[in-house]
């Protein structure tokens, strides 16, 4: 559960600028709360030189118990970023604010933020975020300050190293999401590598299939709605054993 608000601490984290600078992936909008990708999965590596670009979703509990058993049964009224340390040379972070405040994030409601620039010095480097969650208590915000490790940027010098990593896909989403009649499958990669990116319905009965050079970095590929009727589609984004699946809505 730790890991949780770690990752929300991380994705109020998500902004030194509070434009909006990213769009949330529908495909957590379920959730009850979770930041993602978790600790566990951790950010796409990095290569110096090369532009760099990892989002976060995320969504804050209503209970702080989620995120410190000690504080289980307070409620929770937002979340802040206050700051990161350990990001690689380079890199900032900027997120989409849900309130007039900078960086601030509503419980309950789906957030995002996002990891960018180009490193600039090879490196493993362990991150620790420092959040401030804000508890509604006897009808006052009452502040609790969090900080949290788990997180990791890899970043290497070029092509020796990274092919260890392998691909390093991420960052995977389609955009806009719902949409009408196209929508674009978005990823990021940490080295150039084939990708192939397939759409499915929900029995699982392929409808459509590219294979591509992916590039390292950002990468874009169209996907027209056709003939399609209107509902709830799977795209499945796959380069050498990194795979990701996600689920995209059809509404004309």
């Known amino acids: ?44 590596p990095g290569i110096v030189g090369e532009p760099y670009f990892q989002a976060l979703d995320l969504i804050v509990p209503q209970d702080a118990g989620a995120v410190n058993p000690n504080f289980n049964g307070v409620l929770l009224d937002s979340v802040k970023f206050v700051g990161i340390n ?7 972070i900027a997120c989409a604010s849900q309130t007039a405040a900078p960086c601030t994030y509503l419980t309950g409601q789906l957030g995002c933020g996002v990891i960018q620039g180009t490193p600039t010095t090879a490196g493993v480097y362990p991150l620790t975020l420092t959040v401030t969650a804000y508890a509604a208590l006897f009808g006052t915000a009452l502040p609790i300050d969090q900080s949290f490790g788990g997180y990791r940027i890899v970043v290497s010098e070029g092509v ?30 940490a080295k150039a590598s084939e990708v ?15 294979t591509l050079q992916g590039r390292s970095g950002a990468n874009r590929v169209p996907f027209e ?17 990194d ?10």
């Open 1 to 44: 559960m730790k890991k949780l608000l770690l990752a929300s601490v991380f994705l109020a984290s998500a902004g030194l600028a509070s434009a909006q600078v990213c769009t949330p992936n529908p495909l957590y909008a379920d959730s009850l709360f979770g930041v993602w990708p978790d600790t566990t999965t951790n950010f796409v």
């Open 196 to 210: 192939n990116v397939r759409v499915f319905n929900l029995l699982g009965e392929e409808l459509w299939n590219q």
């Open 86 to 92: 350990g990001l690689p040379p380079g890199l900032s």
């Open 243 to 252: 795979t990701f699946t996600g689920r995209m809505v059809l509404n004309r």
């Open 160 to 189: 020796g190293i990274t092919e260890l990593l392998g691909p390093g896909l991420g960052g995977v989403r389609n955009v806009p999401n719902p949409f009408a009649t196209r929508t674009s499958i978005e990823f990021q990669m």
């Open 225 to 241: 709605s056709g003939n399609l009727q209107d509902g709830v589609y799977l795209f499945k984004v796959q380069s050498g054993k």
